[in-house]
C-alpha cells in the first residue's frame, strides 16, 4: 500500500485542546479509504499518531526518544496539566557491526539487547539446529500473540539463553516474513550467549545451512553509552485528595517508530487526559508516559520507587496495552477482579466494541502492569492483537483504524472519568 499523508487541521499540540474544521481530509478504514469526514476526536488521534511516527525510532535513550518527551510534554500543556519530565539513566546499547555471514553472503540482524555480545570480529564455527554440537545454534522465535494471556518465561528463547552454543542465530516469526524483535527483559542482568535476531524470510535457506553444518561467523558487536531517559508526568487534581487516586499509564518507547503499538495508546492517553481535565474529577488523577519500554520496564522501575505506597494506594491503574486500532485485530482485557473486567466490558460495550476475550484473574499481566499485579494494586488493561508488532511496518497510517481507535479512546475515557467521580 502507498504510504499517503494525512491532511490534519490546527497546531501541532494543539489538535488535542481544539477540534478541528473546515478542511475534508480521508481516512483509512480497515484498510479501505472512505470520504467521509472524521469527527474530532479521530482528529486528534490522526494528529498525534502522525507526529509521533514522523518522529523516527522510539528507542529509549535516543535523541528520537529525548525530543518526543518534550513533544508529548507540549501536547499535555495544551491540555491544561503541568508535565513534569523524570529522568533515570541507563547504559544505551548501540549496536555497531550486526551481521551473519556465511561464505560470501551477509545477513544483518539485531542482537537481543539482554544477551551476549562479540566483539568487531565475531564468533566463528558450524552452524547447528539449537541444541545439536555446533558452535552456533540455529534457533526458531514464536510469534508473539497480543490477545492471549502472558506466559512464562520458558519456551525456545530460554532454551537458547541456556544452550551452550557459543552464540546463537534466532529467526523471528511474525505474521508474515520479516524482523520482529524481543523486548529485552532482562536488560539490566543480560545473560546467555551472543544472539543475532535475523528475519524469517531467510529460515528456509539458514536451516539448510544449519543441516550442513555451514561454516558461520556471527557478529553482536555493540557500544555501550551512558544515557538518560524520561518519563512524562502530569496530574489533574480531584476535589477531594483524600480519596485514592486513579493512575492512567502507557508506554512511549519501542523498537522503529511504533505507530500502533505505541502510538495509538499515547492517543488514549491524552483523550483521557482531556476528557478528566474537561469534567473534574472527584479523586487525583495521576498520568505517566513511560521510555525503557522495551529494556525491561526501566521507566515503570523509576516511577514506582519514586511513589514506593503508590501501587496499593490507587483505587486503579489504568494500562493501555499495545496496538489499540490496528485493522481487523482481536482484542483481550485483564483485569485483576471481577468488578474492574465489568467495568470494562460495560465502557466497551458503550461504544459498540465487542470484547474477544478475557485473561483469567491471575494470569501474568503483561507490560509495565505487572509491576502493579506483583506489588497487589488493583488494574486493568486492554490490548489488541497485530501483524506488526516490533516490526519497522508498524507505520502510519497502514497500521492504524483512526475510527475504531477513537471508539477505543472514547471509551476508557469516559470510563476513567466514571471511576474518577465515585466515592471509595
Known sequence: MERRAFVVIGGRAGMFALAAAGSRPERLLAGKESPEVPDALEQRLASVIREYD???????????????????????????????????TLDRIDPQACHLRIADRCIGGVPLFDG????????????????????????????????????????????????????VVLLTQGSRPGLFLTNAAAFTRPFGPPMLQVSSGESEWLKQQAQARAEVTVVAHVKRTAARARNVTAMIPGRDPKQPPL????????????????????????????VLAAAGPACDCFFVALSGHEL???????????????????????????????????????????????????????????????????????????????????YVTLACDSDVYHNVGDRWPEAVDVAILARYARAFANGALELARQSA
Request: one cysteine or more.
Open 296 to 378: 525491561g520496564f526501566l521507566g515503570m522501575d523509576s516511577y514506582v520507587e519514586r511513589r514506593p505506597d503508590l501501587v496499593k494506594r490507587a483505587r486503579v491503574w489504568m494500562f493501555f496495552g499495545s496496538s489499540i486500532g490496528e485493522p481487523r485485530q482481536p482484542n483481550l482485557i485483564h483485569a485483576s477482579d471481577d468488578a474492574l473486567e465489568q467495568w470494562a466490558v460495560a465502557a466497551m460495550v458503550k461504544e459498540g466494541l465487542t470484547v474477544n476475550a478475557k485473561a483469567p484473574h491471575d494470569s501474568m499481566a503483561r507490560g509495565e502492569a505487572g509491576a502493579i499485579q506483583r506489588g497487589g494494586g488493583r
Open 54 to 88: 514522523a518522529q523516527g525510532n522510539h528507542r529509549t535513550g535516543t535523541a528520537v526518544d529525548d525530543a518526543s518527551a518534550e513533544w508529548l510534554a507540549d501536547h499535555v500543556r495544551h491540555l491544561g496539566a503541568t508535565p513534569s519530565l523524570e529522568t533515570f
Open 116 to 167: 551476549g555480545s562479540t566483539d568487531a570480529e565475531g564468533v566463528h564455527g558450524r552452524l547447528g539446529p539449537l541444541g545439536a554440537d555446533t558452535e552456533i545454534g540455529l534457533a526458531e522465535a514464536p510469534p508473539f500473540k497480543l490477545n492471549e494471556p502472558g506466559g512464562g518465561p520458558r519456551g525456545p528463547l530460554w532454551d537458547a539463553r541456556n544452550s551452550g552454543h557459543r552464540a
Open 247 to 274: 493512575v492512567l499509564m502507557a508506554p512511549r518507547s519501542g523498537w522503529w517508530q511504533c505507530a500502533s503499538e505505541q502510538g495509538s495508546r499515547l492517543g488514549c492517553w491524552l483523550e483521557a487526559m482531556r
